[in-house]
């Protein structure tokens, strides 16, 4: 008997239909892989599975029973919990405040009892093998992938018996990343369901029993996971075959310099970087996570102090901050780590979070052009092929890889032509990925210098000029032409450690 069944689910936002007559059904002790683009209705299907949202029509039932869960409480009730991409924690609360808010260990006074809040937090690390977390840690001082593993925690503290994981591994370095599938498998081991949805092919195949995929916000088709090749799957998650992920990389680079770093360091991450990035250059940075990738990318922006030397388009600059880096055709734009935490005003609309760093352009005399705002609104939403009801939809309410759209719209109207692309496709779809992929070719070919980070080495290995590795804070190697691949970058990145 399976353990959810789903019939006839439908979900309309509007006049968007997010879902249409969908199924599902998975059962106890399997791995399900919820595959499709963003935008097809997995993130509205496994809202509605964990009690966020309320459907329209058609039924659930769990364990054979009907269910339509109020509220994410009742949901837990009923055994299922989600870990969604987009994190549910409060910065200023501790590791273990954040992984038992509102379902903290009470003393007979109703005080919460800290003692044994702290003796259930060690033993849930524990029991899972947790990486490297800190009870007492405040959340606001760990990394974005840090941040996710403890919203894995705090999924796994209400011991579910159906687990929904969103894009859990896309935040998480290598080593995280392989705990995690380990752990999903284990988890199904046990007897759970655990929901599992992926953009990254690699680990569907490794985990996955049965995969279902969505288009449109309908069922498409249901497969066992060794049953289907995955060009049949990614032809039936976009409705037409994929002729290639990555464009052909042809040279665009000049000779002129766009940028140069010179003894670039910031505190104890980012120490004595030199690199030069050229017009027409897509420039990839790689390395293990957590060798100042992430600290290069935000003191270049402004967004962190760092010392030594920058020279934009062959003139020096001094960027102590994000609007200093921000000077029209000249400067430095960013796409950054967390789109929903640091790119996006997410309760404004698609054409507030595009205009709102360039209402200059369209305001004249203290008066704003509606007219000349919407024309550029218009032409940025068409030519990114942004998916959105009207430009007045809310941020928040787009899928994930149409709200990466939008801080692309929100960079290329800036006007900058040297860009900083900290893992622009991370939770991404294949399909969206492929355009994002073709657009950075397309803006080098235009002369604009990228510099650009990905978690995932094969982006850097098959659209990259050039790649940087980072080891210890530092530049370890440079590669160029044949000798950019995968098993160069990990050497590059872990020279260090095999010589010892």
Known sequence: MDLVTVKGLSKRYGGIVALSEATFSARAGEVHALLGENGAGKSTFIQILSGAVRHDGGSILVDGQDYRPANPDAAQARGIAAVFQELSLIPDLSVEQNIWFRHEPRTLLSTVN???????????????????????????????????????????????????????????????????LKLTRQLAAEGR????????????????????????????????????????????????????????????????????????SSGSRLSGVDFALREGEVLGVGGLQGHGQRELFQSLFGASKASGTVELWGKPVSIGNPRQALTGKDGIALVPEDRRGQGLLLTKSVRENLTLSVIKRFTENGLLSRQREAALVKEMVDFLRIKAGTPEQLAGTLSGGNQQKVIFGKMLLTQARVLLLYDPTRGVDVGTKGEIFQLMRDLAAKGYAILFHSSDMPE?????????????????ATLEGDRISEASILRAAMLESEAA
Do not use: C
């Open 460 to 476: 850097l290995v098959h659209v990259a000029d050039r790649v940087l590795v980072m080891r210890n804070g530092g530049i370890a």
């Open 114 to 180: 800290r003692a044994e809040m702290r003796r259930k937090t060690l033993a849930l690390l524990d029991k899972y093998k947790f990486p490297a977390l800190r009870p007492e840690q405040e959340l606001r001082r760990l990394t974005l992938a840090e941040r996710q593993i403890v919203e894995i925690a705090k999924g796994l503290a209400k011991d579910p018996r159906i687990l929904i994981l969103d894009e859990a591994t896309s935040a998480l370095p290598a080593r995280e990343a392989e705990w995690l």
């Open 193 to 264: 369901l655990v929901i599992f949805i992926s953009h990254r092919m690699a680990e569907v195949r490794a985990i996955a029993d049965r995969l279902t995929i969505f288009r449109n916000g309908s069922t498409i088709a249901v497969h066992e996971a060794n049953a289907v090749s995955d060009n049949e799957i990614v032809t039936q998650m976009i409705g037409r075959h994929l002729d290639r992920l990555y464009p052909e990389r042809i040279a665009t680079a000049t000779d002129r310099i766009a940028l140069k770093v010179k003894g670039f």
